[in-house]
C-alpha cells in the first residue's frame, strides 16, 4: 500500500544546531507539504513543493530549507534551530487534480532546548 | 490575510449530535474540506465539499456551506466515542488550488 512516512518521529535538540526531518511518499504525488502544528495556530505552512527541483515558501519559511531531488523525498532542515521551532511538523502530499486531497504523514515531534 | 477560523472546543454527550463551525475568508475558494486528526497521528480527509454546493451527506456526516455568510459546517450525527478527535475546516487557496489553508482545529470530546 501506498504511504507517507517521517522520521524520526521524535528529536530533542539544543539550540544552533541543524536538524533535518525526513518525509518520503510513496503515492507517487508531484505536490508535497510540510506544516508545523501549534496550539491556537492550527497548521501552518513552511515550505512546499509542485515537483522535482520545485521549491516554494509558505507562511511561515523563516529558518527553515527544502530541496526536492526526487519525487519521492522532501527533507525539511532547520538551518540553526531556535527554542520557537519547538513544535509538531507534518508532512503531506496530494496528487496536482482536484479535489486536491492532501494524505500527511504521523508528525515528527520536534524539541529545541 | 486569509484566515480561517474556528472553535476551540466542543463537548457533547454520546449519541447526540456534534455541530462544529467554521467562517473563512476567500469567497473564492474552489473547494472546503474537513479533515480529523486522532490523538499522535496525522489528519485524514472526512469529506469535502465543491464550492457550487450548499451540502453534501456522506453517512453520519453531513457538511452545510453558507457562501454568503463564508460558514461552513460540519454536523455529525449519533456521536461515538470514537469520534473524540481534533477537527480541521480547510480551504483551497484561490491562486493555488492545491494549497490549503487549515483553521486552528476543534477538539471534540465525547462522553458517555
Known amino acids: 500500500d501506498a504511504e507517507i512516512t517521517q522520521s524520526p518521529r521524535h528529536k530533542i535538540t539544543e539550540t544552533g544546531r541543524q536538524v533535518t526531518l525526513a518525509c518520503h511518499q510513496t503515492w507517487n504525488h508531484n505536490n508535497m507539504f510540510w506544516y508545523r502544528q501549534d496550539l491556537g495556530h492550527g497548521l501552518r505552512l513552511i515550505h512546499y513543493s509542485y515537483g522535482v527541483h520545485d521549491t516554494n515558501k509558505g507562511e511561515v519559511s523563516d529558518g527553515y530549507s527544502v530541496s526536492r531531488s526526487n519525487t519521492e523525498d522532501l527533507p525539511l532542515t532547520l538551518e540553526s534551530a531556535a527554542s520557537s521551532q519547538t513544535s509538531v511538523y507534518f508532512c503531506?502530499?496530494?496528487?496536482?487534480?482536484?479535489?486536491?486531497?492532501?494524505?500527511f504523514g504521523p508528525g515528527t515531534r520536534l524539541t529545541v532546548t | 490575510g486569509e484566515d480561517v477560523e474556528q472553535s476551540l472546543f466542543l463537548s457533547v454527550r454520546e449519541g447526540d449530535s456534534s455541530v462544529i463551525n467554521c467562517t473563512y475568508t476567500d469567497s473564492s475558494s474552489t473547494y472546503l474540506y474537513w479533515y480529523k486528526q486522532e490523538p499522535g497521528a496525522g489528519l485524514q480527509l472526512l469529506t469535502y465539499?465543491?464550492?457550487?454546493?450548499d451540502m453534501k451527506q456522506d453517512q453520519r456526516l453531513t457538511v452545510l456551506l453558507n457562501k454568503k455568510d463564508k460558514h461552513l459546517s460540519l454536523r455529525i450525527a449519533d456521536t461515538q466515542t470514537g469520534d473524540s478527535a481534533i477537527y480541521f475546516c480547510?480551504?483551497?487557496?484561490?491562486?493555488?488550488?492545491?494549497?490549503?489553508?487549515f483553521g486552528t482545529g476543534t477538539r471534540l470530546q465525547v462522553f458517555p
Open positions: 465539499i465543491f464550492s457550487n454546493m
Open positions: 503531506a502530499s496530494s496528487e496536482s487534480a482536484a479535489p486536491y486531497e492532501q494524505y
Open positions: 480547510a480551504e483551497s487557496d484561490y491562486y493555488n488550488t492545491d494549497k490549503l489553508i
